[in-house]
């Protein structure tokens, strides 16, 4: 079993940028894959960007592409999204999620394949 516990949501102001965390617990060994989703009001949840937990590697929306940064520290068992420049469109909550499986890399932005969620950070942008 493994828990997911999202942190850095907040009130923020267009322009400026946010770290959020997303801390696994339990069988945190047995994770290969990380992602984050996010989800507006009134909209589908979507995929916002994952990484692999050994090799690294990475795949982010095209919607995100250039101002979202997902990394992991694999010895604090946390892995964080980078946001910058924060635009009002990016008002959501954001989730993050673990895949347990061993999957090709093209797999990383398929949600039906997370089993572990966590319950969500709220991060609320101004103009």
């Known amino acids: 079993q493994v828990q997911l516990v999202e942190s850095g949501g907040g009130l923020m102001q267009a322009g400026e940028s946010l770290r959020l965390s997303c801390a696994a617990s339990?069988?945190?060994?047995?994770?290969?894959?990380m992602g984050w989703f996010r989800q507006a009001p009134g909209k589908e949840r979507e995929f916002v960007a994952a990484i692999s937990w050994i090799g690294g590697t990475t795949y982010y929306a095209d919607s995100v592409k250039g101002r979202f940064t997902i990394s992991r520290d694999n010895a604090k068992n946390t892995v964080y999204l980078q946001i910058n420049s924060l635009k009002p469109e990016d008002t959501a909550v954001y989730y993050c999620?673990?895949?347990?499986?061993?999957?090709?890399?093209?797999?990383?932005?398929?949600?039906?394949?997370?089993?572990?969620w966590g319950q969500g950070t709220q991060v609320t942008v101004s103009p």
């Open positions: 999620a673990a895949d347990p499986r061993i999957r090709p890399d093209q797999a990383m932005g398929f949600t039906n394949h997370y089993e572990y």
């Open positions: 339990g069988r945190a060994f047995s994770i290969y894959t």
